[in-house]
């Protein structure tokens, strides 16, 4: 196992929700705010990538003020362009190797202080074993 990587991006990702838009003449197309945090996270992870074939991945999202409403602010939606953003980053090479998963949502005094914060461990697994069907458990080879 890797040590975590950690890295603190100044902005929350878009909702999965907000962050594609339809072209007329059919297809999609990410919307600035998307494009923005993605390229965020690149200049901020500076493009490491995390060793392993398989990762451990948590986020926090630090929500100001003005985002409180907790009906309107679903965990899951951030998380969608969030871990996108690691892949094109090149933090991890797929979310398809995400094997464990956890996301947290928090608040701050100000609007200024929202953040997404990343910890990403990589994972050196028997990839056999893994998919064996047999119950593994992670820290087996740990």
């Not at 965020?40 to 990538?49: D, E, G, L, Y």
């Not at 398809?96 to 609007?111: N, Q, S, V």
């Amino acid at each position: 196992m890797s040590a975590p990587f950690r890295f603190t991006v100044p902005l929350l990702p878009p909702s999965v929700n907000h962050y594609k838009g339809v072209r007329k003449n059919g297809g999609f197309y990410r919307k600035r705010e998307a494009v923005a945090f993605v390229d965020a996270v690149c200049v901020v992870s500076r493009k490491t990538m995390v060793t392993g074939n398989f990762y451990a991945v948590e986020i926090f999202f630090f929500l100001g003020p003005s985002k409180r409403n907790l009906s309107s602010n679903d965990l899951d939606n951030f998380q969608k362009v969030g871990i996108d953003a690691l892949v094109r980053a090149g933090v991890i090479k797929t979310d398809g190797r995400i094997l464990d998963l956890h996301l947290h949502k928090r608040f701050t005094e100000t609007d200024r202080e929202e953040a997404t914060v990343y910890v990403i461990t990589g994972r050196e697994l028997d990839e056999s074993k893994l998919l064996s069907g047999k119950p593994y458990a992670v820290e087996e080879t740990a």
